[in-house]
T-cell receptor, first 117, second 115 residues
Framework: ETGVTQTPRHLVMGMTNKKSLKCEQH?????MYWYKQSAKKPLELMFV???????ENNSVPSRFSPECPNSSHLFLHLHTLQPEDSALYLC????????????????FGNGTRLTVT | AQSVAQPEDQVNVAEGNPLTVKCTYS??????LFWYVQYPNRGLQFLLK??????LVKGSYGFEAEFNKSQTSFHLKKPSALVSDSALYFC?????????????FGTGTRLQVTL
């Protein structure tokens, strides 16, 4: 048990579908992240939320829409995706905040394996 | 801009032998350095970090890493490898507070430990 739970574990969707990925953390953290992991590439940071406020959008296409209703939950809404969006999407959390907290390690969920057909 | 290089896509080692997974970095100022491990079908797990102090950092599962400022390296080591150590290992770096402090990951190194 990682303390960060992602659902679903696997998702297959067509390019015209709309779906959502869900992430929940039980660690009392205040920062949450979405990462994209593709084969042979570094992890790509997509979005960062700190105390429910979006603090980073790493030039992510608008077909990916994050939502953070509270510090424990994070969603990634997907619509009209492309086949190249197929990847493992990882959610992570950390203690958050500025200053000293930047040395806090990330705690990752097990990811959602997304396949766009 | 900061960057991390993991020069080896894969490292093969026999069980019981020492292992080293290499990482070099480029960042302005004193770096914060991390190692994470990813087992199949799982997310990344934190192994260890260097913030300040002793250059040799000890972490989970018997792993350690040595910070070398002159060589800008942070290689991951273990004295005696286990088959269960086989996984994907990621090095990551971020600059200290007061800068655009984003965590940057390397491309990962697959460690294969055989009997």
């Amino acid at each position: 048990e990682t303390g960060v739970t992602q659902t679903p574990r696997h998702l297959v969707m067509g390019m015209t579908n709309k779906k959502s990925l869900k992430c929940e953390q039980h660690l009392g953290h205040n920062a949450m992240y979405w990462y994209k992991q593709s084969a042979k590439k570094p992890l790509e940071l997509m979005f960062v939320y700190n105390f429910k406020e979006q603090t980073e959008n790493n030039s992510v296409p608008s077909r990916f829409s994050p939502e953070c209703p509270n510090s424990s939950h994070l969603f990634l809404h997907l619509h009209t995706l492309q086949p190249e969006d197929s990847a493992l999407y990882l959610c992570a959390s950390s203690q958050g905040g500025q200053g000293a907290k930047v040395n806090s390690p990330l705690h990752f969920g097990n990811g959602t394996r997304l396949t766009v057909t | 801009a900061q960057s991390v290089a993991q020069p080896e896509d894969q490292v093969n080692v026999a069980e019981g032998n020492p292992l080293t997974v290499k990482c070099t970095y480029s960042v302005s100022g004193n770096p914060y350095l991390f190692w994470y491990v990813q087992y199949p079908n799982r997310g990344l797990q934190f192994l260890l970090k260097y913030i300040t102090g002793d250059n040799l950092v000890k972490g989970s599962y018997g792993f350690e890493a040595e910070f070398n400022k002159s060589q800008t390296s942070f290689h991951l080591k273990k004295p005696s490898a286990l088959v269960s150590d086989s996984a994907l290992y990621f090095c990551a770096v971020r600059p200290p507070p007061g800068t655009a402090s984003k965590l940057t990951f390397g491309t990962g190194t697959r460690l294969q430990v055989t009997l």
